[in-house]
């Protein structure tokens, strides 16, 4: 119980077992006493462990995987920005939501339609207030899956991996709540 708080790997018992090993045959221990040293040791090993599970060195060695978010294997603001334009020029395209992006004033739509994505991507910045944004506008479900295909697109258009497009509009759906006031059956 007391090393419970150092965390010791069957590695580190290892190593610590070596260490042991070499001290003593260098104090001039004869190898028989070596041997007794490191099989009493070695019988403790199950009591000092915190984790009894046989040690995989290749596991030990290999690098962990750094979570990367979404935003930047889109690319970040650059890759978002990009996206965002893509965005407008499908939006302008399709009958379904063309009228959402005529009425709305470019630069500031774009900056905060930037700011929403990002902060659904996992970018740095304030999430915007949707439901507060889209409460007059009367964004029904068929709008908002307009518009997540229009995002699919541009994503397309930008060269996005696949995986990565499904991945962000994964992220978007869970803002349909947010963003429609009417539904549609």
């Given at each position: ?9 069957d ?5 610590f ?8 045959t260098a ?24 984790n009894?599970?046989?040690h995989d ?5 290999k690098?962990?995987?750094v979570?990367?978010s ?7 603001a ?8 893509g ?21 500031e ?6 700011q929403a994505?990002s902060?659904?991507?996992g970018?740095e ?7 507060r ?6 964004v ?13 697109e541009a ?15 994964a ?14 059956v």
């Amino acid at each position: 119980r007391i090393h419970a708080v150092l965390l010791i790997s069957d590695f580190e018992f290892d190593t610590f077992l070596e260490c042991v090993q070499r001290a003593v045959t260098a104090v001039g221990a004869s190898p028989q006493l070596v041997d007794e040293a490191v099989c009493i040791l070695e019988a403790a090993r199950a009591a000092v462990l915190v984790n009894n599970k046989a040690h995989d060195v290749g596991a030990a060695m290999k690098p962990k995987p750094v979570k990367v978010s979404v935003y930047d294997r889109l690319g970040g603001a650059g890759g978002v920005g990009g996206i965002v334009q893509g965005v407008f020029q499908a939006a302008n395209r399709d009958k379904r939501i063309k009228k959402f992006f005529e009425r709305a004033a470019p630069v500031e739509a774009k900056r905060r339609l930037a700011q929403a994505l990002s902060a659904a991507w996992g970018g740095e910045g304030p999430a915007a207030d949707l439901k507060r944004a889209h409460r007059s506008v009367h964004v029904g479900d068929f709008h908002f899956d307009a518009f997540l295909e229009v995002v699919a697109e541009a994503m397309d258009n930008s060269g996005i991996d696949p995986t990565d497009a499904e991945d962000a509009i994964a992220l978007l759906r869970p803002l349909r709540s947010a963003m429609t006031t009417t539904h549609t059956v």
